[in-house]
């Protein structure tokens, strides 16, 4: 987006002229990124136009377009018509764009339906209960857009293993404030060597992965104190978690650092040169994997840098 756009955006939302906003919403067809490997999932909140602005250059492998908490009541139809707006301008990325709507009940029926015609790589539901709520989700969510679910209730959590009811369900997230909260559990549990704690994170973990899907690790708030973010992200990885929830670009740093399999790194690089290399000589220089994302020069001099740095 050019400079005198992001102006625009700026004038029409301090003026909150929603109508001026919804009409720079270009239904559009974007190149989706179906990469499961994300090891960083970086919160933002769509009514912030200025953290949107910064979506290339993050080093999140996914972003969280983040429409629920965080976002007041009066935000959330200019949070809505911002977040469709960048999906429309961001045709390919290289982090996976995921827009975490509103509760089914309150109002995040009406904004799948109509970030359908955005096609954002992923629907993130919050709250999600049930099994009938996921098939009614998929009932509406366009075919080629993954749904992703937050287990951050009661109810979820003892239906965990019957939620992935169609391959379109990719991802849970642990959810572990609002759980706790539900269960009636202080929060003050939530230590590394409290037991209940570690209960929850190994069958959240091993029930995830018998059903085919990637689980997300609960977002540590206390983001200035990167220290304790590192000790839970050490204890997460040891346990067999490759993915943590970040609200923070100092969280997100650290967690692709901590995640990273150095013998994965590399068989991934040599992949990526070579898929460059083979497309380069065709004519083009900028593509999309189905594993690996989007692949541009950038990327592609990166992947052999690595490479070219273990060599010498």
Known sequence: MDTIFIQTLESLYASKD??????????TFRTLNTSQKFRSALMLSCNNIKHLCKINSLEADAIILNLEDGVSAKEKPFALALCAIFLSNLKECDKKLIVR????DEGGYDEIAYLNQFMPDAIRVPKIRNKKEVQSVLHLLKDEIELHLSIETAESW??????????????????????FADMKFPHSMIEKNNPTMRYILSHFLVTSKAMGVKPVSFVYQEFRDLEKFSEWVALEKEMGYDAKGCISPDQTKLANAMFVD???ELRRAKIIVKLFEMHRDEGITGFVDEEYGFIDEPIYKGALALLQGINS
């Open 262 to 264: 150095k013998e994965e």
């Open 158 to 179: 003892n239906n965990l293993s019957s939620l992935r009811v169609d391959k379109r369900v990719k991802a849970f997230y642990l959810g572990i404030l609002d759980l």
């Open 101 to 104: 709507v509103n509760p089914l």
């Open 18 to 27: 929603l109508k001026a906003l919804d009409a720079l919403a270009t239904p």
